[in-house]
């Protein structure tokens, strides 16, 4: 059983930046997936990044290659996405998401495990 906590969201200016943290406990190991969703109001629930946990391999959706990076901390079990040139459209709630396997896992219905999500806003 994987718990993941998310933490790090918040208000920020078009253009700014800010870091989410996604701690991890009770099963990490070197075949899980960690990844980050994004939710808007009305909206359906969007991939943004993943990483496998013990390895190289990184993915991003389109609309975020090049100005979000997603690393992690294996010393601290945390997985971060850095966010850079926001933008209003990036505004959402941001889940962490954790499952086992090596794979490009891009759907909400591929991973098992979820934090409770932290509110990021972009202001215009």
């Known amino acids: 059983q994987v718990q993941l906590v998310e933490s790090g969201g918040g208000l920020v200016q078009a253009g700014g930046s800010l870091r989410l943290s996604c701690a991890a406990s009770g099963g990490t190991s070197s075949s899980i997936v960690m990844a980050w969703f994004r939710q808007a109001p009305g909206k359906e629930r969007d991939f943004v990044a993943a990483s496998w946990w013990s390895g190289s391999m990184t993915y991003y959706a389109e609309s975020v290659k090049g100005r979000f990076t997603i690393s992690r901390d294996n010393a601290k079990n945390t997985v971060y996405l850095q966010m850079s040139g926001l933008k209003p459209e990036d505004t959402a709630v941001y889940y962490c998401?954790?499952?086992?396997?090596?794979?490009?896992?891009?759907?909400?219905?591929?991973?098992?495990?979820w934090g409770q999500g932290t509110q990021v806003t972009v202001s215009a």
């Open positions: 998401a954790a499952r086992g396997g090596r794979n490009y896992y891009t759907t909400p219905s591929d991973y098992n495990y």
